[in-house]
């Protein structure tokens, strides 16, 4: 049986983890590792377009590929589903829908998302709960130019985090992360002082340049991400 992708890429990953190639240190060429692993060159290239994709190797044309010297690391996120992540806590999910409106973007959202004027969107406020306590509020922001069904959907039920995840992929996503004091309503939503520090994510999607949504996500106080890499 011939060498797959990933077995190539496997036993790449493991002369370089185990220092046999060195970092900085010149790989064969592709023609010299297809013919050593059996299989074709496009399956090496494949292989190392991936390890180049993840910052293990550097591939320079004409001058062959290295180990880096000091692999590249990057930080990749998907869109995370409340319900699951409270369910992943081993809590017991609730949501619940506290208002939604449809009107024309407002200024700021247009500049943000890059709107064009009088564009319909759809804002919704929600609550998302574990174990009755309050979690995370959401207040959220669809454009009906790309996604007019969202105009019919119910999200009564349903929240629009789930719903947009099932619905539409994205092509590119700006995330930001801060800490944000305690309004009046948010301090009344998340059962907290006014005033206290709550961490806070804003995470705008598009589609091949279109703006599918933005939304603000506040968690209650005490709340910790982890991400892995």
């Given at each position: 049986m011939k060498a797959t992708f990933r077995d190539v890429k496997a036993d790449i990953m493991g002369k370089i983890v185990s220092g046999e190639?060195?970092?900085?240190?010149?790989?064969?060429?592709e023609l010299?590792?297809?013919?050593?692993?059996?299989?074709?060159?496009?399956?090496?290239?494949?292989?190392?377009?991936?390890?180049?994709?993840?910052g293990v190797v550097e591939r320079r044309r004409k001058a062959g590929t290295r180990v880096r010297m000091a692999?590249?690391?990057?930080?990749?996120?998907?869109?995370?589903?409340?319900?699951?992540?409270?369910?992943?806590?081993?809590?017991?999910?609730?949501?619940?829908?506290?208002?939604?409106?449809?009107?024309?973007?407002?200024?700021?959202l247009r500049a943000r998302l890059q709107l064009a004027q009088g564009t319909s969107v759809l804002h919704l406020t929600c609550?998302?709960?574990?174990?009755?306590?309050?979690y995370?509020?959401?207040?959220?922001?669809?454009s009906l130019s790309i996604l007019p069904q969202a105009g019919d959907a119910d999200f009564s039920e349903l929240g629009?985090?789930?719903?947009?995840?099932?619905?539409v992929p994205f092509s590119d996503a700006e995330i930001a992360f801060s800490a944000t004091a305690a309004t009046a309503d948010l301090a009344?939503?998340?059962?907290?002082?006014?005033?206290?520090?709550?961490?806070t994510v804003e995470r705008s999607t598009w589609l091949k340049g279109e703006a599918i949504t933005f939304v603000r996500q506040t968690f209650r106080p005490g709340?910790?991400?982890?991400?892995?890499?």
């Amino acid at each position: 049986m011939k060498a797959t992708f990933r077995d190539v890429k496997a036993d790449i990953m493991g002369k370089i983890v185990s220092g046999e190639w060195a970092p900085g240190g010149l790989v064969p060429n592709e023609l010299d590792l297809a013919e050593s692993y059996g299989c074709a060159r496009a399956t090496v290239n494949r292989a190392m377009r991936e390890l180049a994709d993840e910052g293990v190797v550097e591939r320079r044309r004409k001058a062959g590929t290295r180990v880096r010297m000091a692999p590249l690391r990057q930080a990749r996120f998907s869109i995370p589903i409340v319900r699951a992540e409270i369910e992943g806590q081993n809590s017991t999910y609730r949501y619940a829908l506290i208002s939604r409106a449809v009107m024309d973007a407002p200024h700021w959202l247009r500049a943000r998302l890059q709107l064009a004027q009088g564009t319909s969107v759809l804002h919704l406020t929600c609550m998302h709960y574990a174990d009755g306590l309050p979690y995370q509020f959401e207040d959220r922001w669809i454009s009906l130019s790309i996604l007019p069904q969202a105009g019919d959907a119910d999200f009564s039920e349903l929240g629009p985090n789930e719903w947009l995840v099932s619905t539409v992929p994205f092509s590119d996503a700006e995330i930001a992360f801060s800490a944000t004091a305690a309004t009046a309503d948010l301090a009344e939503f998340l059962s907290c002082t006014q005033g206290e520090a709550l961490f806070t994510v804003e995470r705008s999607t598009w589609l091949k340049g279109e703006a599918i949504t933005f939304v603000r996500q506040t968690f209650r106080p005490g709340h910790r991400m982890t991400t892995r890499y």
